[in-house]
Nanobody, 122 residues
Framework: QVQVVESGGGLLQAGGSLSLSCAASGSIFRINAMAWYRQAPGKQRELVAS???????VYADSVKGRFTISRDNAKNTVYLQMNSLKPEDTSVYYCNADITYGGGIYRTRNYWGQGTQVTVSS
């Protein structure tokens, strides 16, 4: 069984910084792409940033230059460093990971974390 758990959300003022972490655990053979999404009230979930197993990254235009995604493959963890936060960054942030798991017979599945709230006040 595989679990994906986020941590690091919170409440802060505009202009501040916050770091999110997402750790995967369980019978993991390999973690492929990992990503952060966010969903604000009344809005659709949107991609914030993604990172491949080779550390190629993609960012939403709204966060380019402010957010940085990174990963530590030894720890099965992906991070999101968020700087110069704005009130419009307020959302629930979700980790997403494409994971190959098992022992003997391997399967690949997409996993979501439970989400962590980030609130930025003006």
């Amino acid at each position: 069984q595989v679990q994906v758990v986020e941590s690091g959300g919170g409440l802060l003022q505009a202009g501040g910084s916050l770091s999110l972490s997402c750790a995967a655990s369980g019978s993991i053979f390999r973690i492929n792409a990992m990503a952060w999404y966010r969903q604000a009230p009344g809005k659709q979930r949107e991609l914030v940033a993604s990172i491949t197993s080779g550390s190629d990254t993609v960012y939403a235009d709204s966060v380019k230059g402010r957010f940085t995604i990174s990963r530590d493959n030894a720890k099965n963890t992906v991070y999101l460093q968020m700087n110069s936060l704005k009130p419009e960054d307020t959302s629930v942030y979700y980790c997403n990971a494409d994971i190959t798991y098992g022992g003997g017979i391997y399967r690949t599945r997409n996993y979501w974390g439970q989400g962590t709230q980030v609130t930025v006040s003006s």
